[in-house]
C-alpha cells in the first residue's frame, strides 16, 4: 500500500506570496492531519479534517487555512507569507479520528520564505 | 492542557550500547494515547508504537522496548545493542481522547550512534 504522498517537496517563496501545499493520504484513510515543524517551536498541530471536515483546529493565524476533498485529499495554503512561516509540513493520515488513531506521515513539504 | 517533555534534547552513544529515552507527559483525560515516532534525516516521521492509557503491559519488539508507568506519567523507550541506523531524532506524543487525533509532540531526542 502506498504511503502518504505531499507536494511539493521543496519551495522557495518570498514574502507576501501565498502557497497551497497538497496531500494524498493512505489508500481507505479518511482523516488528514497537518503540522509545522520548526527549530524553535518543534512540532505543532495546524488542523485536523475528516470526511471533508475540520473537526480540529490548532493555535494559527487565519493565514493558514486547509481543506479536504471528497477522494480524501487534502491541501492547506498559507497565505501573506512570512519569514516565520519557513518550515517542515508535515501530512499525516489516519484511518478515523475517535478513538485517536495511529497517524501515518509523509515526507513533508520544506518550504523557504525569503 | 496536555504536555510532552522529553528532558534529553542529545544523547551520544557507542554501537551496541543499550540506550533509553525519557518521556513525561500530562495530561486531565483518563483515556490517552501515547505514540514513539522516530525522525531520520530524510524528514519523515516513522510510527513506531501507540499505547492506551489502559494497556499499562510493557512491549518489547526486536531491540526496541517500551516501558509504560502510568504512576510517574512515564513512556520510556529503550534500544537494545544500538546500531549506528538508529540515529536520528525520537519523538515522543500523546493524543487525548477528547482531542481526535490531535498529537502533542515532546521536544525530540537526537541519538546518535557512535561506529
Known amino acids: 500500500k502506498a504511503g502518504v504522498t505531499q507536494t511539493p517537496r521543496y519551495l522557495i517563496k518570498t514574502r507576501g506570496q501565498q502557497v497551497t501545499l497538497s496531500c494524498s493520504p493512505i489508500?481507505?484513510?479518511?482523516?488528514v492531519s497537518w503540522y509545522q515543524q520548526t527549530p524553535g517551536q518543534g512540532l505543532q498541530f495546524l488542523f485536523e479534517?475528516?470526511?471533508?471536515?475540520?473537526?480540529n483546529k490548532g493555535n494559527f493565524p487565519g493565514r493558514f487555512s486547509g481543506r479536504q476533498f471528497s477522494n480524501s485529499r487534502s491541501e492547506m495554503n498559507v497565505s501573506t507569507l512570512e519569514l516565520g512561516d519557513s518550515a517542515l509540513y508535515l501530512c499525516?493520515?489516519?484511518?478515523?479520528?475517535?478513538?485517536?488513531?495511529?497517524?501515518?506521515f509523509g515526507p513533508g513539504t520544506r518550504l523557504t520564505v525569503l | 492542557a496536555q504536555k510532552v517533555t522529553q528532558a534529553q534534547t542529545e544523547i551520544s552513544v557507542v554501537e551496541k550500547e543499550d540506550v533509553t529515552l525519557d518521556c513525561v507527559y500530562e495530561?486531565?483525560?483518563?483515556?490517552?494515547?501515547l505514540f514513539w515516532y522516530k525522525q531520520p534525516p530524510s524528514g519523515e516521521l516513522v510510527f513506531l508504537i501507540r499505547r492506551n492509557s489502559f494497556d499499562e503491559q510493557n512491549e518489547i519488539s526486536g531491540r526496541y522496548s517500551w516501558n509504560f508507568q502510568k504512576s510517574t506519567s512515564s513512556f520510556n523507550f529503550t534500544i537494545t545493542a544500538s546500531q549506528v541506523v538508529d540515529s536520528a531524532v525520537y519523538f515522543c506524543?500523546?493524543?487525548?481522547?477528547?482531542?481526535?487525533?490531535?498529537?502533542?509532540f515532546g521536544e525530540g531526542t537526537q541519538l546518535t550512534v557512535n561506529p
Open positions: 506524543a500523546l493524543s487525548e481522547e477528547t482531542s481526535g487525533s490531535r498529537l502533542t
Open positions: 479534517y475528516f470526511s471533508e471536515t475540520q473537526r
Open positions: 489508500s481507505g484513510h479518511r482523516s
Open positions: 495530561t486531565r483525560d483518563t483515556t490517552y494515547y
Open positions: 499525516a493520515s489516519s484511518l478515523v479520528t475517535r478513538p485517536p488513531d495511529t497517524q501515518y
